[in-house]
């Protein structure tokens, strides 16, 4: 079974730039998370998303940060325009469905963001 | 508020020995679930267990082993007999329903670094 798919790998931009962010999650899994890992930190949920609907997004700086799951399958994550501070990992994840916490999160391989 | 608590920054080992990472979390729910996931040099964050709130029975898998406490709030990950491949840095993860979702609650993450 293939895993979560994102892309780029990799990615250096100035700051005030564009960028966006590739998921494609596993087959079958309705829910698809964004995680921010800065250096040395542990992952930061930004946004979740159950089939194509926003489920949670508090921690989303949505000035700058827009996602969007159209027809529920791929995501795509922007930010315009960049700061250092977006210097990052961007980490999608997905799960069969939300049920009460007992869904287990997997990861793909991630987009390491330089912002210069 | 959620929080998980990873105390060991670094561990160095030298391989064969046995190592035990610790995690101590905070949560007011009763239901809930604990995560171990392990992020080698690639990057990608790999799910290594979930334990539930109800279930304390200690679990030992090859060459790993978990010890949840309840008691203690501690959920503590032991590798026996290290091997080099074991270089990564591990993280412990609280999951929280949050009514519309499941949100993860990641600690700072614990680098473990096996030498010959």
């Known amino acids: 079974e293939a895993g979560v798919a994102q892309s780029p790998r990799y990615k250096i931009i100035e700051k005030r730039q564009s960028v966006a962010f590739w998921c494609n999650p596993i087959s079958g899994h309705a829910t698809l998370y964004w995680y921010q890992q800065i250096l040395g930190q542990g992952p930061k949920l930004l946004i979740q998303?159950?089939?194509?609907?926003?489920?949670?997004d508090s921690q989303l700086p949505k000035d700058r940060f827009s996602a969007e799951r159209l027809k529920g399958v791929d995501s795509t994550l922007k930010i315009q325009p960049a700061k250092l501070e977006d210097s990052a990992v961007y980490l999608c994840?997905?799960?069969?469905?939300?049920?009460?916490?007992?869904?287990?999160?997997?990861f793909g391989p991630g987009t390491r963001l330089t912002v210069l | 508020a959620q929080k998980v608590t990873q105390a060991q920054t670094e561990i160095s080992v030298v391989e064969k020995e046995d190592v035990t990472l610790d995690c101590v979390y905070e949560?007011?729910?009763?239901?809930?679930?604990l995560f171990w996931y392990k992020q080698p040099p690639s990057g990608e964050l790999v799910f290594l267990i979930r334990?539930?709130?109800?279930?304390?029975q200690n679990e030992i898998s090859g060459r790993y082993s978990w010890n949840f406490q309840k008691s203690t709030s501690s959920f503590n990950f032991t590798i026996t007999a290290s091997q080099v491949v074991d270089s990564a840095v591990y993280f412990c993860a609280l999951s929280e329903f949050t009514g519309g979702g499941n949100k993860l609650t990641f600690g700072t993450g614990t680098q473990l670094k096996v030498e010959l």
């Open positions: 994840a997905s799960s069969l469905a939300a049920s009460g916490g007992a869904d287990t999160q997997y």
């Open positions: 334990r539930n709130s109800f279930d304390e």
């Open positions: 949560t007011r729910d009763t239901t809930y679930y």
């Open positions: 998303f159950q089939n194509n609907g926003v489920v949670d």
